[in-house]
């Protein structure tokens, strides 16, 4: 089994940053893919970044685009989300979430292992 634990999370002013932490552990060599999920009240979990954890591909929401930033520290088996220009629409809970494939999907089910999540609040 793999265990994903975010931290990172926090209230933060519009424009400003935040950079989220996903550390796995237990059998982490059995990750290919991780990605970060968030969830608004009241919406569904939608995608918001990806990485193949070996060869550094990456995929994005559209509307994060230029603003977020994903990547991985293999050796400590760690991934990051760095939130800049940060938009009251960007609060939600924010999951990490890890994938046994290198090839990136967008949705929910194609991930094996969540993380508990960590809240993101951008105030206007």
């Known amino acids: 089994q793999v265990q994903l634990v975010e931290s990172g999370g926090g209230l933060v002013q519009a424009g400003g940053s935040l950079r989220l932490s996903c550390a796995a552990s237990?059998?982490?060599?059995?990750?290919?893919?991780m990605g970060w999920f968030r969830q608004a009240p009241g919406k569904e979990r939608e995608f918001v970044a990806a990485?193949?954890?070996?060869?550094?591909?990456?995929n994005y929401l559209d509307s994060v685009k230029g603003r977020f930033t994903i990547s991985r520290d293999n050796a400590k088996n760690t991934v990051y989300l760095q939130m800049n220009s940060l938009k009251p629409e960007d609060t939600a809970v924010y999951y990490c979430?890890?994938?046994?494939?290198?090839?990136?999907?967008?949705?929910?089910?194609?991930?094996?292992?969540w993380g508990q999540g960590t809240q993101v609040t951008v105030s206007s």
């Open positions: 979430a890890a994938r046994r494939s290198s090839v990136i999907v967008t949705t929910t089910q194609g991930y094996d292992y």
């Open positions: 237990g059998r982490p060599f059995i990750i290919y893919t």
């Open positions: 990485i193949s954890w070996l060869g550094g591909a990456t």
